[in-house]
């Protein structure tokens, strides 16, 4: 006889009858358990994406390295890497269609975000930007530019919260720009590609991240930190050596010299966030602000302390400015290869009404070269002393 028949011929006490088929019908009517809803924030469908990640090898974290912004193609090895971050880039997938990310940081006691959250934000962009390498390396640029954009969605997600977390971003999203960069010049053929790659720049541009907010949390940040009772959440902040670095910043900061330092602090960030939110050329926004992230008296403990914490203000504007030049290059790129579908050939002068080179304000500078064409700046990097140019190279 088998269990289930053993089940239905078990003998019960008086009444037991009448029990069972009241706990049968009660079962039977009971409501079934709702199933949870997906998460409501990205951040949680991230996190399991980086916890998919936890047995990586670090070879295999260094190959994402140099093949994610195109130092070296995609091998064997790397391919089979990615294999294995399968379900992380599944995860990935998921939250990058949630608008909402918080991380879950407890502002003010965490001023920073933790440097593990940090690592695993990287590692995760050069996993998507290596999985886009790969898929341009096999022919589907379709495939390898959605990739792309995905990655884009993530740089917005790790947002401008604060401005670490706005570098991070900038960062993630050279990553998408430089491997776009290489993959239209190869797709240079394909006019109904570049143009729904327009299309769905358009979209994404109007939620770019920006330095002034980040510039915000961080004023409203560091007015709660900079007092007595947190002196010494703030001295772990500046602190770059140890427990004795943490020891001489307490020591320094008494009551009124931190009073004296939060106003002075309170005053360089408003003035640097007037000078962000103001339209002006970029070399004037950088000198202003370079003047505000230097001259502090390391004989005064109030502005010693202030040059501790202060950001290289400067530097916001360069990241700002680099990160809207290389976009503006995207896609004064795309206009290029689509005048070249459609007459054969690449135009002698940049056409115009085209987006400009935010260094200078002006036109890129173009050139055709052997292999494609060159879009230059006009004006340099001051915060890497560099003139940025963008090769796009087309297949003969």
């Known amino acids: 006889m088998t ?12 009444g037991g009858t009448i029990v069972t088929i009241t706990l049968l019908i009660l079962f039977i009517a009971s409501p079934v358990l709702a199933i949870p809803p997906d998460p409501d924030n990205a951040a949680l469908l991230y996190y399991q994406g980086f916890l998919e990640l936890a047995e990586l090898s670090e070879e295999a974290r260094t190959r994402f390295g140099y093949v994610g912004p195109g130092h070296r193609v995609p091998d064997d090895e790397v391919r089979e890497d990615i294999r294995k971050c399968t379900e992380a880039i599944e995860f990935a997938e998921a939250a990058v269609e949630i608008p909402t990310c918080h991380w879950g940081v407890r502002y003010p006691k965490e001023l920073e975000i933790s440097k593990p959250l940090l690592a695993q934000m990287r590692l995760m962009s050069y996993i998507l930007i290596t999985d886009a390498r790969i898929r341009a390396a096999d022919g589907d640029y379709r495939a390898a530019l959605e990739r792309c954009l995905m990655t884009g969605k993530f740089a917005r997600h790790v947002g401008d919260d604060t401005f670490t977390l706005y570098l991070v971003s900038t960062a993630v999203g050279e990553l998408e720009y430089r491997c776009m960069q290489d993959i239209i010049g190869k797709a240079s053929g394909d006019a109904e590609l570049l143009q729904w790659l327009k299309d769905k720049l358009a979209a994404s541009d109007a939620q770019a991240v920006s330095p002034v907010r980040a510039l915000k949390y961080d004023i409203e940040l560091m007015n709660d ?24 910043i307490v020591q320094a900061a008494d009551k009124a010299t931190l009073e004296r330092a939060r106003q002075t602090c309170m005053e360089r960030l408003s003035s640097a966030l007037t000078i962000l939110s103001t339209p002006m050329p970029y070399e004037q926004a950088f000198w202003q602000l370079k003047r505000l992230s230097d001259d502090f008296d390391i004989h005064n403990p109030a ?25 503006n290059a995207i896609h004064a790129a795309i206009e290029i290869l689509l005048s070249r579908a459609r007459t054969g050939q690449l135009p002698d002068a940049l056409p115009s009404g085209l987006p400009k080179d935010a260094f200078s304000g002006q036109d890129f500078e173009y050139e055709k070269t052997e292999e494609g064409f060159v879009l230059r700046c006009r004006a340099k990097d001051l915060n890497k002393n560099t003139t940025n140019q963008y090769e796009f190279k087309i297949p003969k």
């Open 3 to 14: 269990k289930r028949n053993r089940f239905h011929l078990i003998n019960l006490p008086c």
């Open 225 to 248: 930190l900079i007092r007595i009772d947190n002196v010494k959440e703030f001295s772990r902040l500046l602190a770059d050596s140890g427990e004795k670095e943490i020891a001489r």
């Open 303 to 327: 502005s010693w302390l202030d040059g501790k914490y202060m950001p290289a203000l400067h530097a916001m504007i360069s990241y700002k400015t680099r990160a809207e030049t290389h976009a």
